[in-house]
């Protein structure tokens, strides 16, 4: 299975066409248009999918360099979650992915959960997703906002201190603001709870 996986990762970049350019003897950087490929477990699975329109590979790195990629997180043949940044890079054997620059990651549901952040890592030995810098999420129903997050295979979002968290109304306005230590928002119960360590939440209404 394992040659056969091996495979289907450098496949494309054979049936792509790469123009390799030779920077030293040993190095190779790859240069790949419109990347499109599809990394599977190795009991045969789809885990994802990335599509790049520019996109290298270096050969001593092992690692790809992809210019805004849209990255599918799958679950069988569904599409979990769809994730754009300006540039990844996927390392260690394809099994580390790293998101910069203007991350967003949208749930498939009906109006769609919207997560930005900054950066996003996730190990695909690991079933968490982290999410540093700049977060917010956001519906139609409220905001959160926090500097770091953890989205898990439980479909939980952990925000981290502090966390600012907005109520919207019906005409989409904001009608209340909470600040909290933690958040968890779960996204297939719609339901947010807080906790502190001191049980302590400050709370402002707007009407």
């Keep these: 299975m394992s040659n056969i996986y091996?495979?289907?990762?450098f496949l494309p970049l054979f049936m792509l066409g790469c123009a390799p350019n030779v920077i030293d003897e040993n190095k190779i950087i790859q240069k790949i248009e419109s990347l499109d490929m599809t990394i599977f477990s190795s009991s045969g699975d789809k885990i994802y999918s990335i599509t790049s329109p520019n996109s290298s590979y270096d050969n001593i790195e092992l690692e790809f360099e992809l210019?805004?990629?849209?990255?599918?997180i799958l679950n069988g043949e569904e599409t979990k979650y769809i994730i754009s940044s300006e540039?990844?890079?996927?390392?260690?054997?394809?099994?580390?992915?790293k998101l910069k620059g203007n991350v967003k990651l949208k749930t498939l549901k009906n109006k769609g959960d919207f997560l930005y952040a900054d950066n996003?890592?996730?190990n695909i030995e690991n079933t968490n997703y982290l999410l540093e810098g700049n977060i917010r999420f956001e519906n139609q129903n409220i905001i959160l906002n926090s500097g770091k997050a953890i989205l898990g295979s439980d479909n939980i979002i952990e925000f981290f201190n502090p966390v600012k968290y907005i109520i919207k109304d019906e005409n989409n306005e904001n009608k209340y603001e909470i600040n909290s230590e933690n958040a968890y928002y779960?996204?297939?119960t719609e339901s947010v709870s807080f906790k502190a360590k001191d049980k302590r939440v400050k709370s402002i209404i707007y009407f």
């Design 186 to 188: 779960n996204l297939t």
């Design 67 to 72: 210019k805004k990629p849209i990255i599918n």
């Design 6 to 9: 091996r495979l289907i990762i």
């Design 87 to 97: 540039e990844s890079t996927l390392s260690d054997n394809n099994k580390l992915l």
């Design 120 to 122: 996003f890592i996730w």
